[in-house]
């Protein structure tokens, strides 16, 4: 069963409105850069307390996944849940910076990515919401890996800016979706995994009446995009699956595991094929969610309507 919601609650991911003003992100980006990571850890402990005190949808989704989990339920690990995200966005500051030289990052699976860059393989690289994209993509700058995001910013376009402004660079590299033609979208991506680029795509929200496939997710059914799998049919190249999460303290565990050699579509079984493909990454989420729930990154319904 879904959270319960009051009326007029968003249900979808697109539809939860996004919280913080550019001036109180600055704030914290200037108390990190001025004072370090454990004054603004500090302050970060009052932003999670606030939003856990003001945000309902974050209280309620965050019990829907520990229901479902078997975890304790309440005000206390709705809160300590909400810290960690924010944890990982103050890291995401430093990793931006290139100061990382506090943090402790276990790699598991680097061989794959090093492997790629060596032959200029390019790949499709799925991932989640869960955890830190930012440790993942320090990792990729630190080995020289051709990482190329794909985005959908304008959900959070607040954050992004004051994130994007921390390291210029990085919008070059943003291939961003939903913005304008689809035809010249999917040629950047070709381009750029011809090139032997690493295409970061994340698999676990559908974009705007992007198409969809119902899959078992943790004891549920849930709608995921079927996007990535028909982009990555089309490339006609490998799939991993990554995951970079945040344990505590300095901590952090960055993943990468083959997926597929190749996603193959027969035109007589197109459904079907993309369902299990899906029920597949579905599978895999599951498993690093319950390794670390509290890094669980979807605020709202995800069990909710399918759309």
Same mark, same amino acid.
């Given at each position: 069963?879904?959270?319960?919601?009051?009326?007029?609650?968003?249900?979808?991911?697109?539809?939860?409105?996004?919280?913080?003003?550019?001036?109180?992100?600055?704030?914290?980006?200037?108390?990190?850069?001025?004072?370090?990571?454990?004054?603004?850890?500090?302050?970060?402990?009052?932003?999670?307390?606030?939003?856990?005190?003001?945000?309902?949808?974050?209280?309620?989704?965050?019990?829907?996944?520990?229901?479902?989990?078997?975890?304790?339920?309440?005000?206390?690990?709705?809160?300590?849940?909400?810290?960690?995200?924010?944890?990982?966005?103050?890291?995401?500051?430093?990793?931006?910076?290139?100061?990382?030289?506090?943090?402790?990052?276990?790699?598991?699976?680097?061989?794959?990515?090093?492997?790629?860059?060596?032959?200029?393989?390019?790949?499709?690289?799925?991932?989640?919401?869960?955890?830190?994209?930012?440790?993942?993509?320090?990792?990729?700058?630190?080995?020289?890996?051709?990482?190329?995001?794909?985005?959908?910013?304008?959900?959070?376009?607040?954050?992004?800016?004051?994130?994007?402004?921390?390291?210029?660079?990085?919008?070059?590299?943003?291939?961003?979706?939903?913005?304008?033609?689809?035809?010249?979208?999917?040629?950047?991506?070709?381009?750029?995994?011809?090139?032997?680029?690493?295409?970061?795509?994340?698999?676990?929200?559908?974009?705007?009446?992007?198409?969809?496939?119902? +899959?078992?997710?943790? *004891?549920?059914?849930? $709608?995921?995009? @079927? #996007?990535?799998?028909?982009?990555? =049919?089309? %490339?006609?190249?490998?799939?991993?699956?990554?995951?970079?999460?945040?344990?505590?303290?300095?901590?952090?565990?960055?993943?990468?595991?083959?997926?597929?050699?190749?996603? +193959?579509?027969?035109? *007589?079984?197109?459904? $079907?094929?993309? @369902? #299990?493909?899906?029920?597949?990454? =579905?599978? %895999?989420?599951?498993?690093?969610?319950?390794?670390?729930?509290?890094?669980?990154?979807?605020?709202?319904?995800?069990?909710?309507?399918?759309?």
């Amino acid at each position: 069963m879904s959270a319960p919601t009051e009326a007029g609650e968003p249900r979808r991911w697109r539809d939860v409105s996004e919280h913080g003003t550019r001036l109180g992100i600055k704030t914290v980006v200037v108390l990190a850069t001025v004072f370090g990571r454990g004054p603004a850890r500090l302050l970060g402990f009052f932003i999670a307390l606030y939003y856990t005190l003001t945000s309902r949808v974050a209280r309620d989704t965050g019990d829907e996944l520990r229901r479902r989990l078997g975890l304790p339920l309440g005000f206390g690990p709705a809160f300590r849940h909400v810290r960690r995200f924010v944890q990982c966005t103050i890291d995401a500051l430093f990793f931006l910076r290139g100061k990382t030289g506090a943090f402790r990052v276990s790699r598991n699976g680097k061989e794959h990515l090093q492997r790629l860059r060596d032959t200029k393989q390019g790949a499709v690289l799925l991932g989640a919401h869960l955890g830190s994209f930012y440790a993942m993509r320090m990792q990729s700058t630190q080995e020289a890996l051709p990482l190329y995001p794909v985005v959908y910013t304008k959900h959070a376009r607040r954050i992004n800016d004051v994130l994007e402004s921390l390291d210029p660079t990085s919008k070059t590299r943003l291939i961003e979706m939903g913005s304008g033609d689809q035809v010249d979208f999917m040629l950047k991506i070709r381009e750029r995994v011809e090139e032997g680029g690493l295409v970061a795509i994340l698999g676990d929200r559908p974009p705007p009446d992007g198409k969809t496939v119902v +899959v078992d997710f943790l *004891g549920g059914k849930v $709608a995921l995009p @079927a #996007g990535p799998y028909i982009l990555a =049919a089309t %490339l006609r190249c490998p799939v991993y699956f990554t995951a970079g999460l945040y344990r505590g303290g300095n901590q952090y565990e960055l993943y990468c595991i083959p997926f597929a050699e190749r996603i +193959v579509l027969p035109r *007589g079984d197109r459904q $079907a094929a993309i @369902a #299990g493909y899906a029920q597949q990454y =579905a599978d %895999l989420l599951a498993e690093f969610v319950r390794k670390a729930p509290d890094n669980w990154f979807n605020f709202f319904d995800f069990w909710g309507p399918h759309p």
